[in-house]
C-alpha cells in the first residue's frame, strides 16, 4: 500500500509542467512590426490617387462600378510597390498579413472617392431659385415709395413657379407707363454664383440685356421689404427706370461657379402689365 501511495506521488510529481517563458527577440519583433506600418502605409498612400479616379469616372460614367474596377487596380499596385521596391512580399506569409493591409486600403479609398465625388471638388448642383420679386415705384413720385407688386413662395425652388400678387398692395398702387419696375431674384450655390443676367422684353419685338447685382444695403432701405435674416447677397436686382406701355416678360439666367446655370421664365401670369 505504501508503495502503491509512492508511486502515485511519484506519478503526480512527474504530471507537474513547467512553464518557462520563451526569450523575446525584440529585434524580430520590430522587424516584423516596421513590414506592417511600411505596408498599411504604401496602401494608404496608394488610395488616394484611385479614389480620386474612382470619384472622376463616376461624375464621367454616372457609375460607381468603373471605380470599384479602378480600385482592384490599386490593390495590385500596392503589393507590386511593396515586393519590387521593399521586397515584402505579403502573399508569401499568413493570408492575414495581406488581408489586414489591403481593408485599410478598400477603407482609405472610399473615403477618399465620397469626398472626392462632392463639393468643393466635384459639383454639379444647379443654382436655386428660392424667390423672386417685383416692387414698382409710381411714375407720379418717382423718388416716392416702392412697393411690393409680386412675389414667389419663399420656400419653392420651382423654376416653373408663377408669381402671386401682393395682397396687401394699395389699390392705388399701379403700373402705368413712366414707373419704375424694380426685379429681384434670391439665388445661391455652392461653389457661389458666377453671374446672373436679366433678359426682359415687352408685347412688342425688342429684347434689353442687363446683368443684375447684389442688393445694397441702400437699396433694401428703399424698398422697406427685407426678409428677415437674409443678406444682401443673397439677393440680384436689376431697375427698370420709366418703363413703357404693355406687358412686361423677363428671364433670369443665373450661372454657378462650377458652369451649371438655372433659368427662370416669366410665364403669361407672371407678367407685368403697363397701363
Do not use: C
Not at 503526480?12 to 520590430?30: G, I, Q, W
Request: hydrophobic share 45%; no cysteine.
Amino acid at each position: 500500500m505504501a508503495k502503491k501511495v509512492k508511486r502515485d506521488g511519484e506519478r503526480k510529481e512527474e504530471k507537474k509542467a513547467v512553464f518557462e517563458a520563451p526569450e523575446f527577440d525584440e529585434r524580430s519583433y520590430l522587424i516584423e512590426e516596421m513590414r506592417k506600418i511600411k505596408a498599411f502605409m504604401v496602401f494608404l498612400v496608394v488610395s488616394a490617387p484611385f479614389g480620386v479616379a474612382a470619384a472622376y469616372l463616376g461624375h464621367l460614367t454616372g457609375s460607381g462600378w468603373p471605380g470599384l474596377g479602378v480600385a482592384m487596380v490599386g490593390i495590385f499596385l500596392g503589393h507590386l510597390v511593396l515586393k519590387t521596391f521593399l521586397g515584402i512580399d505579403l502573399l508569401a506569409d499568413k493570408k492575414r498579413d495581406f488581408l489586414m493591409p489591403a481593408g485599410t486600403y478598400v477603407v482609405s479609398w472610399l473615403v477618399f472617392a465620397i469626398i472626392f465625388s462632392n463639393p468643393p471638388f466635384f459639383d454639379e448642383t444647379t443654382p436655386s431659385v428660392a424667390d423672386v420679386r417685383i416692387y414698382v415705384q409710381n411714375a407720379s413720385d418717382p423718388h416716392g415709395d416702392w412697393w411690393l407688386l409680386k412675389a414667389m413662395d419663399m420656400n419653392s425652388d420651382d423654376p416653373d413657379a408663377q408669381l402671386a400678387t401682393n395682397p396687401d398692395l394699395p389699390e392705388n398702387i399701379t403700373v402705368t407707363e413712366g414707373s419704375n419696375v424694380r426685379i429681384l431674384v434670391r439665388t445661391g450655390a455652392p461653389r457661389g454664383i458666377e453671374s446672373v443676367r436679366l433678359t426682359w422684353w415687352l408685347t412688342s419685338p425688342g429684347l434689353v440685356y442687363d446683368d443684375m447685382h447684389p442688393v445694397t444695403d441702400a437699396e433694401w432701405k428703399e424698398l422697406r421689404d427685407r426678409p428677415p435674416g437674409l443678406a444682401g447677397d443673397h439677393y440680384y436686382v436689376t431697375t427698370l427706370d420709366g418703363v413703357s406701355k404693355g406687358n412686361i416678360y423677363f428671364k433670369i439666367v443665373i450661372a454657378a461657379g462650377n458652369g451649371a446655370t438655372r433659368t427662370f421664365v416669366t410665364q403669361h401670369a407672371d407678367t407685368v402689365s403697363v397701363a
